[in-house]
């Protein structure tokens, strides 16, 4: 009995120590972040992160948050969310076609024009239904010229700060008001007999361009498989190399866009039978002129691409003609101008840093996508872009349901995998290249609160160490 009594005296006196072994005190969000700071960063470089908790209406974190970095791709939110915040914002891209005279007796009496909106998910699907319908009119003969209107846009085709040795890469596409399949042509390769040249398929099939096949079915001598044209002389003649020992596909962008979409455009019109006859003066079948619409005016055809379609491709894909499409019709709209550059479009996102609070002049705008390095913001900005497009119920629908998701889709489909705490949690937009990685977008917590962040990573060689660093930031933030 006495042996009881005192285990029982022991123990009440005891439990207090023991709670204070069982129960780790959680460390508050800035000591978690700035440990990771401290021993997750990559070796050499330096991150500067912003966090806002939406729900509560305060700052959750900050480290050198005001600190100047280039954003690579996450640049494409100022563009996006100032977009989305015009009253135009849902006028769709449009592609017309136009014609001025009259028809008489299967002849067109007159020019036909072109119209370049600036669509960029305009395909080759698109333009055989702009041709159809055009087909469908009584004629089969233009008396007269046809003409692309580029004139929507100055006649610079890259982006101040982009790199000349980035094309003929997918990812940097000629820019222009008429854009066929984003200006880029995809060459599926299908292996043959082993030593035999694989068979080549292109899409758009266009004789615009020329195909060099020096490929090799099953013969892994002949090196890896490979797209590229030559370039350096603005040729667009594209030569397919490498070993083919199963399917394969490469894209090449091709010079110029405009000149790809109208000589595809007149090669469609005559395999239906219209037939143009070019004035003396004219050796081509098209020219570049711009459309002013008279009495004699009349709109053939038309086809549109919905706004939050260029949206998703901008935010999931992280695709760069997409934003510059949507940089250069937010300088249509903001300037009132018929023709513009993209420095009407940045003016505009510099009037929304003002309307925020900041002074636009602290940071350098070069582009609409991030593919410049003379783009300089701060995370601090990224989240003060994120805050306001989450106080505007309409521009916060489209941008959420565009961006990336943790672990499932766009360029975070290979990130944040199940099990971890930012799995399906995280709505954000990537930007990366050499030796910068930037994330920002939405999360939830785990308390059920809105989250806003930014983390913007630089000279950082490894993006994969700068990735793991951003998403276990993330992991600490809904924990």
């Known amino acids: 009995?006495?042996?009881?009594?005192?285990?029982?005296?022991?123990?009440?006196?005891?439990?207090?120590?023991?709670?204070?072994e069982t129960v780790t005190p959680v460390k508050p969000l800035s000591a978690r972040?700035?440990?990771?700071?401290?021993?997750?960063?990559?070796v050499g470089s330096n991150v500067a992160i912003s966090v806002y908790d939406l729900t509560a209406g305060k700052p959750l974190y900050g480290y050198q948050a005001d600190k100047l970095s280039r954003p690579a791709s996450t640049m494409k939110l100022l563009t996006t969310i100032?977009?989305?915040?015009r009253p135009e914002a849902d006028e769709p891209f449009r592609t017309e076609v136009w014609y001025q005279g009259t028809i008489e007796r299967d002849t067109l009496q007159g020019d036909m024009y072109v119209i370049g909106g600036y669509d960029p998910e305009f395909d080759e699907e698109a333009l055989d239904s702009l041709v159809a319908t055009v087909a469908r009119f009584p004629f089969s003969v233009i008396k007269g010229k046809v003409y692309g209107d580029v004139s929507m846009k100055d006649s610079l085709y890259w982006g101040s700060g982009w790199l000349w040795d980035d094309t003929p890469y997918s990812f940097q596409p000629y820019l222009s008001p008429l854009m066929?399949?984003?200006?880029?042509?995809?060459?599926?390769?299908t292996p043959g007999e082993r030593g035999d040249s694989a068979r080549l398929e292109c899409t758009p099939a266009s004789s615009y361009y020329t195909l060099t096949n020096k490929t090799q079915s099953r013969t892994p001598s002949a090196g890896r498989f490979r797209v590229s044209r030559d370039w350096?002389?603005?040729?667009?003649?594209?030569?397919?190399?490498?070993?083919?020992?199963?399917?394969?596909?490469?894209?090449?962008?091709?010079?110029?866009?405009q000149?790809?979409?109208?000589?595809?455009?007149?090669?469609?019109?005559?395999?239906?039978?219209?037939?143009?006859?070019?004035?003396?003066?004219?050796?081509?079948?098209?020219?570049?002129?711009?459309?002013?619409?008279?009495?004699?005016?009349?709109?053939?055809?038309?086809?549109?691409?919905?706004?939050?379609?260029?949206?998703?491709?901008?935010?999931?894909?992280?695709?760069?003609?997409?934003?510059?499409a949507m940089l250069c019709r937010l300088g249509v709209q903001s300037s009132g101008k018929?023709?513009?550059?993209?420095?009407?479009?940045?003016?505009?996102?510099?009037?929304?840093?003002?309307?925020?609070?900041?002074?636009?002049?602290?940071?350098?705008?070069?582009?609409?996508c991030g593919l410049s390095n003379y783009n300089y913001i701060s995370p601090e900005l990224l989240v003060s872009f994120l805050r306001y497009a989450y106080s505007r119920t309409d521009v916060f629908r489209k941008l959420y349901k565009a961006l990336p998701i943790g672990g499932v889709d766009g360029t975070l489909e290979?990130?944040?995998?199940?099990?971890?705490?930012?799995?399906?949690?995280?709505h954000a937009k990537t930007g990366s290249f050499t030796a910068i990685n930037c994330l920002a977008g939405y999360l939830k917590a785990r308390n059920g609160h809105e989250i806003a962040f930014a983390i913007m990573n630089q000279n950082a060689l490894s993006g994969r160490e700068a990735r793991a660093f951003q998403d276990a930031v993330c992991d600490e933030v809904i924990r």
């Open 33 to 42: 972040i700035d440990a990771l700071i401290e021993h997750k960063l990559p």
């Open 259 to 324: 000149d790809f979409f109208m000589h595809t455009f007149m090669e469609r019109l005559q395999a239906r039978g219209i037939r143009c006859i070019p004035a003396a003066e004219a050796e081509v079948s098209y020219l570049f002129g711009e459309f002013r619409q008279d009495s004699l005016s009349v709109r053939m055809a038309s086809y549109e691409t919905s706004v939050q379609d260029v949206v998703k491709q901008i935010m999931k894909e992280s695709d760069n003609l997409n934003a510059e």
């Open 232 to 257: 350096l002389v603005n040729g667009n003649n594209i030569t397919v190399t490498g070993n083919v020992d199963a399917r394969r596909a490469g894209t090449v962008n091709i010079f110029s866009s």
């Open 82 to 85: 100032t977009a989305l915040s």
């Open 338 to 368: 018929k023709r513009v550059s993209a420095e009407d479009g940045l003016s505009a996102i510099r009037m929304l840093i003002k309307e925020m609070g900041y002074n636009p002049n602290r940071y350098n705008l070069a582009d609409g």
């Open 414 to 426: 290979f990130r944040m995998k199940k099990g971890t705490l930012s799995h399906r949690n995280v």
């Open 180 to 189: 066929l399949n984003k200006g880029v042509v995809k060459v599926t390769a």
């Open 1 to 20: 009995m006495k042996r009881i009594l005192l285990l029982l005296i022991l123990s009440v006196c005891l439990l207090p120590l023991w709670s204070q």
